[in-house]
């Protein structure tokens, strides 16, 4: 029985890494409708950004966030700004385009300064400190701080849109933005806005990602998955259903390798299709 729980707390803890990879994905298509599919290269490019300067400067990982966020809004906000508002239309195609161009730009930039190899932000230890919780039953250190940041990140998100203007101001553009530019409302800048905190949020994920696991240049689209997968189980639009799809996928790959070690990400993929037959909206879809 102790192995059974163990596998599905550590499925909700790594299911945190899998909201942080999603939340801005959910983010961008609840306000744009637009599919990111450079999202996974663009948690790489964090992560190799949080690695340069983790060497370069001699900061610890956690220190290197307060490097690394800003980075990722300025680059979210002129990425949108001067490449894919052009992208928005009701045609899903250009965006799909131009996004997958942009995770090959990325993909080979990456291989080009750094080559194929396998690279990790070390953290003095942190990912293999543990803290006991019962007898023959611990938690690691790090997964606990991921899931942390990941529930309040979703609650900062959720009172972002909830009780701010400029909530108010992504919730009227998602919702007709002709009627919002109307009203006086800069679509444009709305929706850069939207992109430099989905992609912020990428570069807290993206540290996290290189402090828990080795990565390599070519790792985005699998990441893409996971974020595509934890939207799409949660339910499209809802930030803690993000969160929630983040933590079922998690604890369907962690019962999956119990089973046998091959299953992981298998038991994923088939939970994934499962939500797709019998509950293609989701578990927790955004009403209105």
Request: include cysteine; glycine fraction near 12%.
């Amino acid at each position: 029985m102790t192995i059974w729980i163990d596998a599905i707390i550590q499925g909700v803890l790594v299911g945190g890494l899998y909201a942080l990879f999603a939340m801005g994905l959910s983010l961008m298509f609840g306000i744009m409708r637009l599919v990111n599919v450079a999202h996974g290269d663009l948690v790489i490019l964090m992560s190799f950004i949080g690695l340069m300067v983790v060497e370069g400067l001699g900061l610890q990982p956690f220190a290197a966030m307060a490097v690394v966020v800003p980075i990722a809004l300025c680059m979210g906000y002129a990425l949108q700004r001067g490449v894919l508002n052009h992208t928005i239309s009701k045609d899903p195609l250009r965006s799909l385009i131009v996004t997958f161009g942009i995770s090959i730009v990325i993909q080979n930039l990456l291989l080009a300064f750094h080559s194929a190899d396998t690279r990790a932000i070390h953290s003095a230890g942190l990912e293999s400190q543990s803290l006991p919780i019962a007898e023959n039953l611990a938690v690691g250190v790090l997964p606990v701080i991921m899931f942390a940041t990941a529930v309040m990140l979703t609650a900062g998100l959720q009172w972002l849109f909830g009780s701010t203007r400029i909530g108010r101001a992504f919730r009227a553009t998602s919702d007709d933005d002709g009627a919002a530019a109307l009203m006086g409302i800069n679509n444009a800048h709305i929706y850069a806005l939207a992109t430099a905190i989905a992609i912020g949020i990428l570069g807290v994920a993206g540290v996290f990602h290189g402090m828990r696991t080795t990565f390599a240049p070519t790792d985005g689209p699998a990441l893409l998955i996971y974020a595509f997968q934890a939207v799409i189980i949660g339910g499209m639009g809802s930030f803690w259903g993000t969160l929630a799809g983040g933590v079922l996928l998690g604890i369907a790959q962690a019962i999956g390798a119990r089973i046998d070690p091959g299953w992981g990400v298998l038991a994923g993929h088939l939970m994934f299709v499962a939500v797709l037959l019998f509950k293609p909206n989701g578990f927790f879809p955004k009403t209105r």
